[in-house]
């Protein structure tokens, strides 16, 4: 499901997942985030497996999570996902994990940097780059819409 | 191995840690986090163990990470970690992921709070904060000296 | 989906699952068991939680898992399981790992000792048994039609 | 260390390795056994890192777990590790998971094909072979004396 620039997942949440304090272990959110981009990718039309097997690679730069609240086995979460930032050969996505009743449990966001096979700096496909513009100019809309028009007014010279 | 505030643990790269690119799933440098703080815990003659077996337990708010290099199957890592901040109910650990070859890999923070058995914030106990006061003070001298001495000009009046 | 005894789930391959051979990790394969039957229970009406919620836990006796064939990230792949033995105190699920493409890819089983809150062996609750007599019942009947009938002709005294 | 055919190795249990039970997660013995068998080939010389870079990979056919007990956070078990069985493109290793207080907590096998760079089945590399036979050698003496000794009278003529 895609909404304002948000995609959203549902992720079961495995036996597998939790620690001995009952909830889910604090670095298994960073696989949710993946789950959460890898299918927000798809939802594109661009999933991740098809970007690799082209020569690219996201390679992760760096991953920040904000822990709000704890959930347990079996809890069936979402994880919303947004490209929040996008650059030529760069890409932020931002999450934002959420329990069956509403409570946001952690928050974050990943940076990627686009690599070709030889794992040297690479422009993200223009095809894909045109699609996530798209999204991403509805997400900064709906997020920051008086910026938005404050920056096309400068640009076309009012 | 303590030096200047900080705490070295050597890891062993398993299997099980790497993924498709050959490298370590970016996730599993949080777990690595844990194992670094769980160590210097010991270390410093308080297992984080026998700290959740007195009812205490230090519950993750904030983790960081960020992504320098990589590293794949069977690499001896070693992962330094420091105390940083550290206030009555919150503690904040930083870690230097770096290969054998001393390449900077991963670096990050996770910070803490401190609750009690029904989960409600409660004060790091007394001589456990005392030694980590102690350690805290030799990593924010080694690594911010004139700050310290300023600070304590200042606190003395002169 | 319920067919001849055999539940049926699905599972998307996460990076995370996968290691540096580009495949899903041996040991995975015991994560994708425990959702076959997480959600072979909950089509039962008997989800896990709550049966852990009434105090009830089913500890893993053993494990066996035979791998057949690879598969990648991405990967959308089906667990079948089906109770293949039922005892007053111990269950056995076996499992079939099976590919988009209808391929087998790992088979096993799990067996499993009910336990109360205190870790004593436990009659599992009577509700809970009735419907996975039946399932069982279903199963056997396909899978040994003869040895059920030979079975019931010996009970009945024929 | 080795012993009569065993290697053994010791393992400091991750918070991330339990599960919402308290203890080890039943799957993750999985990931203990891949560290027995890894720390017993690098005792003999071949680490499996090495094996791979000359293009041999062990693939698992095969994965058994026997659960006799449950062990929880921060506790140093220990993964004995014998070759029980060797063959031409084929080996066989036996683990037994044990406590500090040597219990018995799982035992298991896993079957490995040795496979090229192609995944086609290939003859383990003979300086590798030669030695791992030595080691099964010791293991089955110790374990079969008397079978062992009844062979050889066998294969003499005696």
Redesign the interface.
């Known amino acids: 499901m895609m909404e304002n620039g948000w995609h959203t997942t549902k992720i ?1 949440v ?3 997942d ?6 889910v ?4 959110y ?2 949710y985030f ?2 959460g981009r ?1 299918e927000y990718m798809r939802a594109l039309g661009f ?3 098809s970007l ?1 097997s082209k020569g690219y ?1 996201l ?9 709000h609240a704890n959930v ?3 809890s069936l979460i979402k994880v919303k996902t947004a490209i929040t930032d996008l650059r030529k050969v760069r890409v932020r996505f931002d999450y934002e994990v959420i329990s069956e009743e509403e409570k946001r449990l952690v928050s974050g966001h990943t940076v990627h940097a686009c690599m070709n096979s030889k794992l040297k700096p690479a422009k993200i496909p223009p095809d894909m780059m045109k699609t996530m513009e798209e999204y991403t100019f509805v997400y900064l809309l709906v997020a920051f819409p008086s910026d938005i028009f404050s920056n096309i007014q400068e640009a076309s010279g009012i």
Chains 1, 2, 3, 4 share one sequence.
């Open positions: 079961r495995r036996y597998k939790t620690d001995r304090m009952g909830v272990y604090y670095g298994n960073l696989t993946e789950i890898a999933p991740y497996s690799e690679t390679v992760v730069t760096e991953a920040i999570a904000k822990y347990g086995y079996d």
